[in-house]
């Protein structure tokens, strides 16, 4: 009886399950970090960085007027300069009126209906996602803090596990890739932390600004895994403990990613 | 309900504490009809599923499609005109030499019976075993038996 090989087998299987969170070694590193260093001059160059084509169109947005006469920036300042990047840099945030947590993308939805009486859009609508990549570059440069304690606790708990959770017909977890194998290679890609400092975020497989719920469906779409739509419980759930996994790392939007 | 006879019963044991056998929550997969059961045994599966005979040329092939096995992404294989190889898992170069056809079989069926928590997919895993599985897939195995086998056959010509 290979009891020895039976009990190393365990010990080995019980080991690779400890992949819980934040240790030390895992401290959070920019996608930045993982880009090439002609990749990340383009990311850095306003002109060069395609991502800033939409901030520009988020821009325009921002000044559009709804039924009401008024446009976002009748409060915000019209290059948004009275919205603070220290509260930007903390979405998503809790909301006691709706009693869960809201996203950046789901305050600017809030303000477009009942501040602007606009007709409301669909969550990721292409404009909801220019207007918040536009919001969200306020804040560049700003570190992200993102509230786990409180209210925020149970969103970022669920966030959490379904990070952790084997899905779809491949069976791998979002901790598979971008916590076990960070750094390897999947065929020429380099596998990162996928943190979510960049997003909206310009990914050069696609060619276009990319929201992070759009880039969960992609993730689970590969898994050949059922996805949900943008703007779902799971993964604003998802989005809080992304955001706070990326505690710390300052924000880049528009990044530029694979 | 028992067609999936877990020869390892402690490690499936510790599949279950980790959450990577479906929970109570989630939704049978419609069954499939032809899913070939298997047994594993000593770690390893010594008979061809269906008793199909593999073709390593076919084999090869399908470690570099990407709909298939697309062993490559994760794998270097001895496959040069396939550029780029992953480094996720180890090199598959000698494999032949280290693991029998029959380990070679489980590893390629269902890797989870030995390392629960490996981020490999399990090419002819149970599909009552996959979770949230988009609907095009459901109740499906990512490869047929003769697909398995002609990788299996491939496999074993890497001395």
Known sequence: ?258 | MNRYIPVLTSLALAALFSGSVPGADQKAAPESVDYIKWQAAGYAIAKPLGSLTGDPAVGRKLVVDRKKGNCIACHLLPVPEAEFPGTVGPPLVGIAHRLSEGELRLRVVDIKQLFPHSIMPGYYRNPENYINVKKKFRGKTILSPQEVEDIVAWLTTLQ
């Open chain 1, 1 to 258: 009886m290979p009891t020895g090989k039976l009990s190393l087998l365990l010990v080995t299987s019980l080991l690779a399950g400890t992949v819980s969170g934040a240790g030390p070694g895992n401290k959070p590193r920019s996608g930045y970090e993982f880009l090439s260093p002609e990749t990340r001059d383009m990311q850095e160059d306003e002109f060069s960085n395609p991502g800033f084509q939409t901030v520009d169109e988020g821009a325009e947005l921002f000044i559009t007027a709804g039924e009401n006469g008024k446009s976002c920036a009748s409060c915000h300042g019209d290059r948004g300069q009275k919205l603070k990047p220290r509260n930007i840099a903390s979405y998503p945030v809790y909301s006691e009126q709706l009693e869960k947590p809201v996203t950046l993308q789901g305050q600017i939805h809030r303000c477009w209906t009942e501040r602007l009486g606009k007709p409301a859009m669909k969550y990721d609508n292409k404009d909801a996602i220019r207007l918040e990549t536009f919001v969200r570059n306020l804040a560049e440069g700003r570190r992200i803090d993102v509230e786990t304690g409180g209210p925020m606790r149970p969103y970022y708990e669920a966030g959490r596990e379904f990070f952790y959770k084997p899905t779809g017909q491949l069976d791998m977890a979002c901790a598979h890739c971008h916590e076990q194998y960070v750094g390897a290679r999947l065929r020429a890609q380099v596998l990162t932390q996928g943190q979510s400092n960049g997003f909206p975020t310009y990914r050069l497989a696609n060619n276009r600004v990319n929201s992070l719920h759009e880039r969960f469906r992609q993730c689970q779409n590969l898994l050949r895994a059922q996805f949900q739509k943008a703007g779902s419980d799971d993964y604003i759930n998802l989005e809080v403990f992304m955001h706070a996994r990326s505690n710390g790392l300052r924000i880049e939007t528009p990044a530029i990613r694979f």
